[in-house]
């Protein structure tokens, strides 16, 4: 196994200016399982399995989606009881959602447990949820190259002890600005980003920063990239899971230390995946993403960050 | 002549997080004549010169900082009262000014001169200033390369005919993001920049956005470029300006069209110039600014965001 994911698997209500969707598929599992599911295929990777909880009330489409797209969902646990769900939106230039409603619902008994066969995998990505949840995925697996984790606000309102403690167990960590302006308490990102590396014991930091673009802090130098600069922003969410989702493939097809140049050829695919997620409602647009027209963005996002 | 700057020329009071600065040379011209000179001079290039008014409180010392950094200030009418003056302070991520007051003094009844020798530049520079004094530099200058025009949201929101008036008229527009989504009435930045450039008329669309960068619209496609990541943000006052100034010091050293490469080569060059002019209070950085440590960075910049 390539990727092995833990994260939710959602049912998301958004609403922006340009349309809104009721209790579509979403969930940080799924966008980063889907994207990295998609560059798996593309270079005929070893697979990518998920790990999470869903409800009894989970649709049969749903599963089929997972399954079409090539995920792994062994490690996808029913419960019983309601998905998980969340409501919320996005307004102006949609930089941040709005909240309104979050149900933990089957998650919050949830005890992640990893199948025998998937342990060892090349990268272990923890997409946002509880810390404690994802360390004890970290407990239950030996990647063979490294660990990769996602957060949000939220854990470092109510869990930052424990977000802490995860954060210094994993070689990557991805984060949002707002997110590392707050772990640090520095409205300067850049010195909020060395800060917070700093805190992690060193490794790998890279910092979201939406439609601004991202910075990576890399033991041999920073990366900043600009975002794939696009007219059509319909749905934010689910964006960072598809950005840390696509990371985590690419970096399951190489060996030994992470270097920056194969760390900056990961975050432009990172960049030009994210921009299909952005551009519809839910996880349609990442679930049938042509590889043609995958490639020819990448090539004019090449093209305009390039010499 | 390479460059005609026509701008203010202010003393401005300054506070940041990091400090406070009273009266301190400041002015749009100010900034971006110095950081043109500064380019001009590493090329021998053909000399900038300044098109203002100052007030008889301008000092001598002020007077010799624009004369060593080689600017022609003959086009710099000195009228009778004090010279204009600005103060604002900056918060949080210093992402914006709030501008505390504003006294146009001399500038209330200034009508630009350009000197007869200086009438065939090979860039003008409009930078930021009253759009019918922007337009009267124009009519008096025929520029053998280009005419370059910024300005910001206070002429948006009191003289937004004369703006779209003098907009139409230049090869090469700067505005920041904020200006761009004011202009457009669109808080889609991209698609806010496209229809700001088709109201221009076609042409060249430089968006600035700070801390976050810039995106280039030029008829052979976009280009971004993330911002120069520094931890050391002290005073942004002229960053815009500075950016600027370089742009139509780098253009003047062409011919013909502006090609896309070009563009993106005076792109680089205007990002890391800026980068100077934050690091302090007022003008000095970028008055003193040293060609080696200047080479270092821009070096530095490439690799930051190179392959």
Redesign the interface.
């Known amino acids: 196994m390539d990727v092995l994911i833990i994260g939710s698997v959602a049912y998301d209500s958004v609403s922006s200016?340009e349309g809104a969707v009721e209790n579509a598929l979403g969930g940080s599992a799924t966008y980063a399982g889907l994207s990295a599911a998609f560059h798996d295929k593309m270079r005929s990777g070893g697979g990518v399995g998920l790990v999470g909880v869903v409800g009894n009330d989970f649709t049969d489409a749903d599963y089929k989606l997972l399954s079409d797209a090539g995920l792994d969902i062994s490690g996808l646990e029913v419960a019983d009881g309601p998905t998980f769900r969340w409501s919320g939106s996005y307004h102006?230039?949609?930089g941040e959602a709005e909240t309104h409603e979050t149900h933990l619902n089957v998650f919050e008994h949830f005890q992640p447990k990893v199948p025998e066969e998937s342990r060892s995998p090349k990268v272990t990505f923890c997409a946002n949820l509880h810390p404690a949840l994802q360390a004890s995925v970290i407990d239950q697996t030996e990647p063979t190259r490294c660990t990769i984790l996602d957060s949000m606000n939220l854990w470092i309102d109510i869990a930052l002890d424990d977000l802490r403690a995860v954060m210094a167990r994993v070689d990557l960590v991805v984060l949002n600005d707002g997110e590392i302006?707050m772990l640090a308490g520095d409205?300067?990102?850049?010195?909020a980003a060395?800060t917070v590396r700093e805190e992690m014991g060193g490794g790998i930091l890279i910092v979201k920063?939406g439609?601004?673009?991202v910075?990576a802090l890399h033991p041999e130098?920073?990366?900043?990239?600009?975002?794939y600069?696009?007219?059509t922003?319909v749905d934010p969410t689910g964006c960072g899971d598809t950005f840390a989702g696509t990371l985590a493939s690419l970096l399951a097809a190489g060996e030994g230390d992470i270097g920056r140049?194969e760390l900056?050829h990961a975050l432009l695919h990172a960049t030009v995946t994210a921009s299909f997620t952005l551009m519809s409602f839910g996880v349609g647009a990442i679930a049938n993403l042509d590889p043609e027209q995958y490639q020819e963005r990448l090539e004019s996002f090449k093209?305009?960050?390039g010499?």
Do not use: D
Not at 221 to 227: E, K, T
């Open positions: 200016p102006g230039n949609m302006r409205e300067n990102l850049v010195r060395h920063r439609e601004h673009g910075l130098g920073m990366i900043a990239l600009p975002a600069p696009t007219a922003v140049n900056k093209h305009i960050i010499g």
